[in-house]
């Protein structure tokens, strides 16, 4: 008789403080994905920091706002990558695409970036809210991405230390001292 897909997932759960199941560890290191995501997070974190300055500088002066609003959709492109590449990693490595419970909370805020970020390019392609409101949306859903990355590297902090922690106790274990004497 075939597991159902819920005692699957009953078996799929970590340790407790693990993040990944050894086999979801193992998928995760094979997947191409998971380089996908670490060249993609850093470099969504260098244009977010690029257009916040621009952002700023508009609020701050009038001047410069193509500037801006330029790196706001690309900011925006970016997010939405790394949406679709994460959703496609998540499905590798958990066997859903999106809400994993390794990542579920994140997601959650993750969708709240989206919107926020999906509020900004209607704002500028079909409102007429007026460029300063355009730049609040965005300056909005900045902070609720830098609350998303904080969320993120945080997880995986607790992760990496939950992990190695680990590896030290098992080798701990493989190297418990003989209570036999020499004879």
Same mark, same amino acid.
């Given at each position: 008789?075939?597991?159902?897909?819920?005692?699957?997932?009953?078996?799929?759960?970590?340790?407790?403080?693990?993040?990944?199941?050894?086999?979801?560890?193992?998928?995760?290191?094979?997947? /191409?994905?998971?380089?996908? &995501?670490?060249? *993609? %997070? !850093?470099?969504? $974190?260098?244009?977010?920091? =690029? #257009?916040?300055?621009?952002?700023?500088?508009?609020?701050?002066?009038?001047?410069?706002?193509?500037?801006?609003?330029?790196?706001?959709?690309?900011?925006?492109?970016?997010?939405?990558?790394?949406?679709?590449?994460?959703?496609?990693?998540? /499905?590798?490595?958990?066997? &859903?695409?999106? *809400? %994993? !419970?390794?990542? $579920?909370?994140?997601?959650? =805020? #993750?969708?709240?970036?989206?919107?926020?970020?999906?509020?900004?390019?209607?704002?500028?392609?079909?409102?007429?809210?007026?460029?300063?409101?355009?730049?609040?949306?965005?300056?909005?859903?900045?902070?609720?991405?830098?609350?998303?990355?904080?969320?993120?590297?945080?997880?995986?902090?607790? %992760?990496?230390?939950?992990?190695?922690?680990?590896?030290?106790?098992?080798?701990?274990?493989?190297?418990?001292?003989?209570?036999?004497?020499?004879?």
């Amino acid at each position: 008789m075939q597991p159902s897909r819920h005692d699957k997932a009953r078996h799929d759960r970590p340790a407790d403080g693990q993040l990944y199941t050894p086999e979801q560890r193992a998928r995760r290191d094979a997947t /191409k994905w998971t380089l996908v &995501q670490g060249v *993609l %997070a !850093p470099l969504q $974190f260098v244009v977010f920091a =690029v #257009s916040l300055a621009l952002v700023v500088r508009y609020l701050a002066t009038g001047e410069g706002y193509v500037a801006a609003t330029v790196s706001i959709l690309i900011k925006t492109a970016v997010l939405y990558t790394i949406m679709v590449t994460g959703a496609i990693w998540e /499905k590798v490595v958990f066997g &859903q695409y999106l *809400l %994993a !419970p390794a990542f $579920f909370w994140e997601d959650v =805020v #993750s969708f709240g970036v989206i919107a926020l970020h999906t509020l900004y390019v209607y704002a500028v392609l079909f409102a007429d809210w007026g460029s300063r409101v355009e730049m609040w949306i965005a300056l909005a859903a900045y902070a609720a991405y830098v609350v998303n990355a904080v969320q993120f590297v945080w997880k995986l902090r607790q %992760a990496r230390l939950s992990a190695a922690r680990a590896d030290r106790e098992a080798a701990a274990a493989q190297v418990t001292p003989s209570t036999e004497l020499p004879a």
